[in-house]
């Protein structure tokens, strides 16, 4: 299958276009049996080949961007985990604990003074 026949969408492969539409122009119905198949497949090809040829720098840029985004993830992470071993090193961690109890602030179970299940 390809696209329609508009020999100006496809610059490099508008001979092929043009000599396929001449080709079932002259041959109405021996088109059916196989008359214009070689210029198909020559058409066939030459838009495989085209495609690749267009698709090409855009597949670079994607890479090149994905790339760069990858790394700038894995800085942010990076970052992140360094600020999280930071903060529970430091002695303000241990502050935020309640002197009575021993429990953790941030811990929501600890500081109602009971278990999940327990009323």
Known sequence: MHPALIPEKHPLCGKY?????QCRKENPY???VG???EITWQLSACLKQEKKIVRE???????ERWTQKKQEDQERLQKLQQ???ATAGTPGAAAAADPETGANA????????GSAGTR
């Open 30 to 32: 021996r088109k059916y």
């Open 35 to 37: 008359v214009c198949s």
């Open 83 to 85: 600020e999280r071993t």
């Open 106 to 113: 941030a811990d929501p179970l600890a500081a109602s003074g």
């Open 17 to 21: 276009m043009e000599a396929l539409m």
């Open 57 to 63: 720098p855009r597949q670079k840029r994607f890479h």
